[in-house]
């Protein structure tokens, strides 16, 4: 119930940032037609929802914080494209990745495209002089700590020794800290004080945190159809997610060895493999773990007078444990 | 002469920058290390060089240029790095690129982090908000052409059609758009007055232009020492420079056509083309082009009152189109 409330608010405000991201990017130019396809698929859009959502929960008006949040998604879309280069993902959102359907040499430069209009968008915006420098520094210093995250992970192919520490300082820089800047983006916007800014920042890594382990967890537990990408996809990519990490703490250590980064592994096998992780607790721990941030998001959101945006950013702490895709 | 007291005070501004840019990118990191490769290995450091001239050219200090040089520098690099992927270069600057030490997947991503440093120099640096917003801007929106202008280059592969007009939209994008970037980023920075803004971004862009026209006349000229790599790279890639936009209208047109793309042309074929090249008059044409924008460049300086800096420009455009590599 509370997840449907929350969906539709979200399509809602989506509807609204797509409408700007259509207006940067929708251009006869053939770089922008495919720099335009990833953002033009849908997504969650959960980070503009975040930056809005920040933004009103200490008092600031949303149409201030339309523009950065669009920025927003644009970031994190050229993240999307350069990743599914670097990851070789074929899908995404249902869809062909931009670099299998114009190759990488177009890829490349459709993300830098999108990563150049995000910070164009912010600079351009009506944010006064201090707000727009704030917000794209924070947007700079989050790309950097992204890029950090995103290679640590690529690091972790090759090796099966990987620590839960290592994993979630891995996630905390290729996920969560973008949550964080959304949060903190959408406070400065609403000109929360810096106590306020801290805080809510806060939450946002943890929800950050939250939603990358869940996001591991669905990979695994859902179905194609509502992913829009395989089933155990991670695992055939030799992902190490935080689930193959536990796994290989139990019997299930061999199949997992054996299975991940083979890119052929038959769905039975995946299927008898996800079985078995469930009845040694694996899921049980990682769905656990997601929890727990949880439980931090929400803390960190006390300082915060009740109001209905506050409420909005309750839920989607919740949402993010509870979506099927 | 002239062009060697510029290059002395070029390769002296060059340190300065070039500590900056080492305390931004000399980390541990196995990423960063990746991202400092290039930017540590020289380079001519003409954009940052151009940003300081232009801001003490309108009466600013060099001090407040010095981080937005480097930023700038930064951003270059980005381009290079991410190209040298999309055309497949093997060597620049004397050493192996990037995607050659560290394979595409860390190139893209030490790309994107040089493009996140530059943003991350600018708006952390000690500009007051209006000039930080407004320089970062620029060079948001350059980057955005910048892209466009590779695309269209890559765009050019394939296609022995080329006009002339296409190919100088293309590196007006892919080249002049940076250096009338950086020429506007001084200016603004120095405290420039709007009228004067933009007569420097006309230089800076007239200076790109003879640049790059001469740059893929060296590349056909030069020696293999003097250019950090092979000398008919551009033709062996296929490149459509404008030597090779002009050749197709000669009888060299067949020798052209049968090179091309032909990445293992023996040294003596491509020699022989350049002296028919020559023998046409297509060599002198493509200098001759290159002295026309040099001509409009330093025209466009005669709205600023003599000064050592503004000669330092003056003789930047000279060495432009004088220099060996």
């Not at 899908?91 to 177009?106: A, C, D, F, K, S």
């Not at 299930?252 to 995946?270: C, H, M, V």
């Amino acid at each position: 119930m509370v997840t449907m409330m929350i969906e539709a608010e979200m399509a809602s405000l989506a509807e609204e940032v797509s409408g700007i991201i259509s207006s940067l990017l929708q251009k006869e130019d053939p770089l922008f037609k495919s720099a335009y396809h990833l953002p033009s698929h849908g997504g969650k859009r959960m980070r503009p929802y975040l930056v809005i959502k920040s933004c009103e929960a200490v008092g600031g008006e949303k149409e201030s914080a339309v523009t950065p949040a669009a920025a927003v998604e644009l970031l994190h879309n050229f993240t999307l494209v350069h990743d599914d280069i670097m990851d070789n993902d074929i899908m995404r959102r249902g869809v062909p990745t931009v670099h299998v359907l114009w190759g990488t040499p177009t890829a490349i430069l459709a993300g830098d495209l999108l990563f150049a209009e995000a910070f164009d968008a912010i600079l351009g915006s009506t944010l006064d002089d201090y707000r727009a420098r704030r917000v794209a520094s924070i947007l700079a210093k989050a790309t950097i700590r992204l890029s950090v995250g995103q290679f640590q992970d690529m690091s972790f192919e090759g090796r099966d020794d990987i620590l839960e520490e290592e994993y979630l300082e891995m996630i905390s820089g290729k996920t969560a800290t973008l949550f964080r800047a959304c949060a903190e983006i959408g406070a400065v916007i609403g000109g929360g004080r810096e106590e306020i800014i801290a805080k809510l920042g806060e939450y946002g890594w943890n929800l950050g945190m939250a939603f990358q382990i869940f996001d591991d967890y669905l990979g695994m537990t859902s179905s194609e159809d509502e992913l829009g990408k395989s089933v155990g996809n991670d695992l055939r990519e030799g992902k190490k997610t935080l689930i193959v990490i536990k796994g290989m703490q139990t019997k299930s250590k061999d199949a997992i060895k054996s299975l991940l980064g083979n890119r052929n592994t038959p769905q039975a096998e995946l299927s008898s493999l996800i079985s078995s992780l469930r009845e040694e607790g694996v899921l049980d721990y990682v769905r656990g773990k997601a929890m727990g941030y949880v439980e931090d998001a929400k803390r960190a959101l006390s300082c915060l007078p009740d109001s209905n945006p506050k409420e909005s950013l309750v839920q989607l702490v919740e949402f993010a444990v509870k979506r099927r895709k």
